[in-house]
């Protein structure tokens, strides 16, 4: 009886050996999926928290962009502006010396060239602003188009 009896010994311990190896590798195949799924939530994470980020780099770049481009433009107004301020203050002076020499109607002649002058540079001036923004507003409306955008008619430039 003993033998049968070690027998069933020796059977329940392989048995107990086997269920214990088995719980084993079920344990650490376990803790493997954990650690894949651990990886996944922090790379979701990442993702998340890369996408929530403002893009400084492209934000700060548009602005010095801009900044030329306004610098640009302010460069040349002021430098029409300090051009017909020459004109102005040269048409007073030549003014100036014809009423002391006594001359009104060249004087007047003058004053009226220099009128006509003036706002021939002011039409011109004028002109190129509606043309510069006729431009800038076509290529805005292009910039639309291609993204499949229908540019509102309110937007266009007058003639």
Not at 27 to 53: C, M, P, V, W
Not at 106 to 133: C, F, G, M, S, V
């Amino acid at each position: 009886m003993s033998d049968e009896l070690e027998g069933r010994i020796a059977r329940l311990e392989a048995t107990v050996e086997a269920f214990v190896s088995t719980v084993r590798s079920q344990f650490d195949n376990t803790s493997e999926q954990f650690e894949s799924l651990y990886k996944h939530i922090d790379g979701l994470r990442d993702a998340i928290q890369q996408r929530d980020r403002t893009p400084w780099a492209n934000l700060i770049a548009a602005g010095a962009l801009l900044l030329a481009v306004i610098t640009m433009v302010a460069q040349g107004y002021i430098r029409d502006l300090q051009r017909m301020q020459d004109l102005q203050d040269r048409g007073i002076g030549v003014l100036r010396n014809h009423i002391g020499d006594g001359h009104p109607a060249t004087t007047q002649r003058y004053l009226q060239a220099e009128i006509d002058h003036i706002e021939d540079n002011d039409a011109n001036l004028r002109k190129w602003i509606r043309d510069h923004d006729r431009r800038e507003l076509d290529f805005y409306h292009e910039y639309l188009r291609d993204r499949g955008i229908t540019p509102h008619p309110s937007t266009s430039v007058a003639p």
